[in-house]
């Protein structure tokens, strides 16, 4: 069902939209809950009439759902999800652990993983768009072409239904729309890397009769033919397995075949029913570009990775939450559009980094030679009792931290440029305990150790300040408490005593003591600019 108007439809002014998001998986998705939440005028076109029903991603991080926190959602979120954190097992042809791995907390006050039955956490971020009346949402249409000008993109949209085509305006263009974008192909844009030879077949159940352990995540690490087994919420478990040499794909996806492959581990068709099987590939792939423009690629549609890390469906999360805040303020003439620049030059090199941690932790996975896979499991096995070695490899840090060397930063660089504060419950000056990013608000703002310093270049702009101050503290006007002892720990630890930050939390400067590195270049927070043509390049 669409929800647009007929005057938007056919809109001749220049720029209707402020953006358009093209594709509405969970990257889309994501883009109009953070767009809708700034006010921007969103327009979303898709294909599909409903939430595809395959379950893809089938876990996510605490820093995604820090993102989903901005736009409200993160609890409603967590209801879906396995969250406890339980361990990750290695485990060898006898299924006996080799590494047993936790996933650290990385501060950003959510847990560390949790696993996610796609189908349904999609249904509450559009429940979320929902919200936003701002945002209209065209399902059933796809976007045939993209056509750029000085003053915006025009979008010609063709109905899947009626064959109806109307054109539409925007002055910028978010491209979700998956690995085989179309939007990347008109652009002329290469889509560089690798599709793996080795098919596999993802098996989702539901979950009848549970048999002991079904709440852990497995990696079977069996060189006759490895598997992922995983739980999944809301009554559902997931199985992966490679097709092997002489595996006919078609009947691996039927009923008993998939029994026949889940019997090895002692699951009876009375403890599962098979809700879907489908064969995949694996790619390693990235855009040479991420953007032309005024259009943006996110998501699958600017990278592919393998999915042992389960960093697919986050990657283009993050995507999103880099690059929404930045149209807003390009939009609104608070930042230069030369800003936007920066949205490549943050991302590609972490999806970069987290797509080669996929890769090598996959191989461990799918080592298919025995011999290969007997030194592997005695190898590991016995680094785990080597102190402190052991505690490393337990510590799964498969995950790089979002770190920013280059983008929209302070020059000098200093240890916390570039790297997000983590977030612990603070106290606000009313008194209320809150996440820090709920005190923050998504604006740029200055945090100080203990007691606010001026920092004239800063406060003639209107950057408002805080200071953080102890645990035990009364609250106060123009203060945070750090009521965990978190957040001052990190500054001393990153040698700052004051912060200015980004809407997403981002450190743009630092100093230990004395003035910050200047605001960037055309900064200028009081601007209200509207609409959407007046920004040009």
């Known amino acids: ?116 039955y796609q189908p349904a956490l999609e249904q509450v971020l559009r429940e979320g768009v929902d919200r936003c009346p701002n945002v209209d949402v065209l399902l059933r249409h796809e976007c045939l072409r993209v056509r750029q000008d000085d003053g915006g993109v025009e979008l010609t949209v063709a109905g899947v239904d009626d064959d109806s085509v109307r054109r539409l305006r925007a002055a910028y263009v978010i491209a979700a729309d998956g690995g085989s974008s179309l939007t990347r192909a008109q652009l002329n844009i290469g889509y560089e890397g690798r599709t793996y030879e080795d098919r596999w077949v993802v098996i989702d159940t539901k979950m009848l009769k549970p048999w002991p352990g079904h709440d852990r995540l497995r990696f079977r690490c069996d060189p006759d033919r490895p598997a992922v087994d995983c739980p999944t919420p809301l009554g559902h478990h997931r199985w992966e397995f490679p097709v092997l040499p002489g595996d006919d794909e ?40 991420f953007r032309v423009g005024r259009v943006f690629l996110a998501g699958d549609a600017a990278h592919a990775m393998p999915p042992w890390i389960g960093q697919g469906m986050a990657a283009g999360v993050r995507d999103v939450a880099n690059l929404c805040w930045k149209l807003d303020a390009v939009l609104r003439g608070e930042l230069p559009y030369s800003v936007l620049d920066s949205y490549e030059a943050e991302r590609k090199p972490h999806v970069k980094e987290v797509t080669r941690r996929a890769v090598f932790v996959g191989r461990v996975i799918t080592e298919r030679r025995a011999a290969v896979a007997r030194f592997r499991d005695h190898a590991v096995r016995t680094l785990n009792r080597i102190p402190g070695l052991g505690d490393r490899l337990q ?93 001052l720990a990190w500054m001393r630890e990153h040698r700052a005593a004051t912060l200015a930050l980004r809407p997403d939390a981002y450190v743009y400067a630092a100093a230990a003591s004395g003035p910050l590195a200047p605001p960037p270049q055309g900064f200028d927070p009081r601007a209200t600019a509207r609409p959407a043509a007046s920004t040009t390049p």
């Open 395 to 487: 510590d799964s840090k498969w995950i790089p931290v979002a770190h920013y060397d280059a983008g929209l930063q302070a020059r000098p660089r200093t240890k916390a440029t570039g790297r997000q504060v983590p977030q612990p419950w603070v106290t606000a000056p009313d008194g209320t305990r809150t996440r820090l990013d709920d005190a923050l608000a998504g604006r740029w703002l200055l945090l100080h150790a203990r007691t606010v310093t001026p920092q004239p270049a800063w406060d003639r702009i209107g950057v408002a300040s805080l200071a953080v101050t102890p645990a035990g503290s009364r609250p106060a006007e123009g203060t945070l408490v750090d009521t965990d002892g978190v957040l």
């Open 250 to 289: 078609k009947h691996l996806t039927t009923d008993d075949a998939v029994y026949d492959l889940v019997a090895r581990y002692g699951i009876g068709r009375d403890q599962v029913d098979v809700l879907r099987a489908t064969v995949y590939s694996h790619h390693v792939r990235f855009a040479s570009r």
């Open 1 to 116: 069902m669409s929800r647009i108007s007929a005057d938007a439809a056919e809109d001749t002014n220049p720029c209707a939209y402020d953006v358009a998001i093209i594709g509405y998986g969970p990257t889309g998705e994501t883009a109009a809950n953070l767009l809708g939440a700034l006010g921007l005028k969103v327009v979303v076109v898709e294909r599909d009439a409903e939430v595809y029903s395959r379950a893809r991603a089938i876990s996510t991080d605490e820093e995604v759902l820090r993102i989903w926190q901005r736009v409200g959602l993160a609890e409603r979120l967590k209801q879906d999800m396995l969250t406890e954190g339980r361990p990750v097992d290695f485990v060898d042809a006898g299924n006996r652990a080799f590494l047993t791995a936790q996933p650290p907390r990385r501060g950003h006050g959510h847990p560390p993983q949790s696993f996610i």
